[in-house]
């Protein structure tokens, strides 16, 4: 964990990455602005993950005096700049659409993040980078609901499908060229989307290499070993 301080006069227009700059991470109340890159880093594999059009963060960093204007107890991860209430937004047919939190939820699984999550309502999730697991629900009043954002979601009645691991070109199913776009991959030939690298990655170390690729195959052919 890196938090770094910035201004948002003087820092406001710095771009983190791609898709986020300082001044999005404002509190409203503060010309200071404390931003944890974990949570940057995070936040673009997410946006690339979903293919979003945009990501709207609605609450950064907070003073302590404005995290209790709106709730909190004046401690928690928004004033350590360690969390973030997003919306991801999409296209479709050229119209931008908001992603529901249970898909934002499920996309954060996916990508390995067994930190901070947390459902709010709707639309929209808090995200931190605290050291240990906290999923939780607030709309419903739930701290904990277990490991598996899937099961949870189904149980609140939305069901949402799981990607189909070695199906990296996204076509629906597992074929021999989802093994050579792997491949490709391990010997740096390609570059795999977020998508992509949580398909590929069979063995589930964050890594895609020529195991993988192998392991793919073997899936293919109906083969073990």
Same mark, same amino acid.
């Given at each position: 964990m890196a938090v770094k301080t910035y201004s948002k006069s003087r820092d406001g227009a710095v771009k983190l990455?791609?898709?986020?700059?300082?001044? !999005?991470?404002?509190?409203?109340?503060?010309?200071?602005? /404390? &931003?944890?890159?974990?949570?940057?880093?995070?936040? !673009?594999?997410?946006?690339?993950?979903?293919?979003?059009? /945009? &990501?709207?963060?609605?609450?950064?960093?907070r003073t302590a005096a404005y995290d209790k204007k709106v709730g909190g107890n004046g401690s928690g991860y928004h004033v350590k700049g360690q969390a973030a209430d997003i919306n991801c937004w999409y296209k479709v047919n050229g119209r931008e659409e908001r992603y529901h939190g249970g898909v934002i939820c499920c996309a954060l699984q996916e990508l390995g993040w067994t930190r901070g999550i947390g459902w709010i309502a709707g639309n929209a999730v808090h995200v931190d980078t605290r050291t240990t697991r906290y999923w939780f629900d607030e709309q419903n009043g739930n701290r904990s609901i277990g490991s598996d954002w899937y099961a949870y979601m189904a149980a609140k009645g939305r069901r949402i499908p799981r990607p189909v691991k070695g199906d990296v070109d996204g076509d629906g199913k597992v074929t021999s060229t989802d093994a050579r776009i792997a491949l490709q991959a391990a010997l740096?030939?390609?570059?795999?989307?977020?998508?992509?690298?949580?398909?590929?990655?069979?063995?589930?170390?964050?890594?895609?290499?020529?195991?993988?690729?192998?392991?793919?195959?073997q899936q293919v052919l109906g083969k073990d070993d």
């Open positions: 990455s791609p898709h986020f700059q300082v001044r !999005e991470f404002a509190s409203p109340d503060s010309d200071t602005i /404390k &931003i944890d890159t974990n949570l940057v880093d995070i936040l !673009e594999r997410l946006f690339d993950y979903l293919g979003c059009s /945009k &990501i709207i963060i609605t609450s950064g960093y740096g030939k390609v570059t795999l989307t977020e998508k992509q690298k949580v398909a590929a990655d069979m063995s589930g170390d964050g890594a895609v290499d020529s195991t993988d690729a192998r392991e793919i195959l």
